[in-house]
């Protein structure tokens, strides 16, 4: 192979190296933030499991239930809130509407 033709293969080969070492660092630090973020979501995770094992207080369920609806009033004062408003229906009707199996009027 010619001399010029293995300088430029080298040169690939240099680029690729500088690529994988960067990827490298990439890769550490998303682990990085992956344990950051699993330590801050076990407490969320383990209230979660809590109330639906029924096994949180119910001083602190009330709690929890004051500031939803807290966060729902704050909600309800921005104007372009209700533009994403879903009312509520009820999934036993849409059973019965499903006929042929899927998701009912998607197409």
């Given at each position: 192979m010619?001399?010029?033709?293995?300088?430029?293969?080298?040169?690939?080969?240099?680029?690729?190296?500088?690529?994988?070492?960067?990827?490298?660092?990439?890769?550490?630090?998303?682990?990085?933030?992956?344990?950051?973020?699993?330590?801050?979501?076990?407490?969320?995770?383990?209230?979660?499991?809590?109330?639906?094992?029924?096994?949180?207080?119910?001083?602190?369920?009330?709690?929890?239930?004051?500031?939803?609806?807290?966060?729902?009033?704050i909600?309800?004062?921005?104007?372009?809130?209700?533009?994403?408003?879903?009312?509520?229906?009820?999934?036993?009707?849409?059973?019965?509407?499903?006929?042929?199996?899927?998701?009912?009027?998607?197409?």
């Amino acid at each position: 192979m010619p001399q010029e033709l293995q300088d430029r293969f080298k040169s690939i080969k240099a680029i690729l190296d500088i690529c994988n070492q960067f990827e490298e660092e990439e890769q550490n630090e998303i682990r990085q933030l992956d344990l950051m973020y699993e330590t801050l979501y076990a407490d969320i995770y383990s209230q979660r499991t809590e109330v639906l094992l029924n096994t949180m207080s119910k001083d602190h369920i009330k709690d929890l239930v004051a500031e939803f609806d807290q966060r729902v009033k704050i909600h309800e004062m921005d104007p372009s809130f209700k533009q994403f408003y879903v009312p509520p229906f009820e999934v036993k009707d849409t059973i019965k509407q499903k006929k042929d199996g899927g998701v009912a009027n998607f197409w």
